[in-house]
């Protein structure tokens, strides 16, 4: 039980960054055909804006 509920909980955070991310997901629709290769470029894009922000932390912090 606790195990479906934390992943509730992921796929409402996904369903979330898909819904921020949405116009790059779109841009990528086309060029995938199959789910597989959409989720995982779009894995991909969202793991590089979230190492994109923590660069952007980081180097306000070090000021």
Aim: proline share 0%; net charge positive.
């Amino acid at each position: 039980m606790k195990l479906q509920k934390e992943d509730n909980n992921i796929q409402e955070l996904s369903g979330i960054l898909r819904f921020l991310n949405g116009k790059r997901e779109r841009r990528f629709n086309w060029a995938t055909g199959n789910e597989f290769g959409r989720d995982m470029i779009w894995h991909w894009t969202a793991a590089k804006d979230v190492l994109g922000l923590a660069m952007v932390i980081f180097s306000i912090g070090l000021l």
